[in-house]
């Protein structure tokens, strides 16, 4: 595990919030020279540290307009039922999140979807007709109050 300092922590939270500042500008910031910088932030993405460099879309813009968090309970609770859910939830393009829970549910998927008809067709083909899927609730996001990418530390 790579051990993260203060001045990681500081360019970790620059480019947190933005991460197409330049080494120079980070330099600035965070009280160390440009090559540092650089150095540092290449370590960071090598340890997998930093996971990706991506632009965040707001999906309402490229015509998704609902996002439905839908919870799963699945008939069978064995390895190959886990997996096989596994896998057929990270080939589904509709599927922005999906994550394997412990409690009451065994999954909780988060869906973008273009509209109702675009999401009742995606319950129709990965759920309804999913033969270890016990039951499922669907809550239809009104409000998205706070969205947040950032990793506090």
């Known amino acids: 595990m790579h051990t ?8 970790l939270n620059l480019l947190q919030k933005n991460n197409k500042l330049t080494s120079l500008e980070i330099s600035f910031e965070v009280g160390l020279s440009q090559s540092a910088v650089q150095r540092r932030i290449k370590r960071l993405r090598k340890n997998n540290v930093i996971k990706a460099d991506i632009s965040i879309i707001r999906p ?3 015509g998704l307009e609902i996002t439905c968090i839908v919870d799963v309970i699945l008939c069978e609770g064995n390895t190959k039922a886990i997996n096989d859910f596994k896998k057929s939830m990270s080939k589904c393009k ?3 999140h999906c994550y394997y829970v412990t ?4 999954f909780v998927l988060i869906i973008q979807a273009k509209n109702m008809a675009h999401f009742e067709e995606f319950q129709k ?3 309804m007709d999913n033969l270890n899927l016990k039951h499922f609730y669907t809550h239809v996001v009104m409000d998205k109050v706070k969205e947040n990418y950032n990793i506090p530390f």
Do not use: Q, T
């Open 125 to 127: 083909n990965y759920l």
């Open 94 to 96: 509709e599927v922005a």
């Open 103 to 106: 409690g009451s549910y065994d």
């Open 60 to 62: 309402e813009s490229v």
């Open 4 to 11: 993260i300092d203060e001045f990681d922590r500081a360019i």
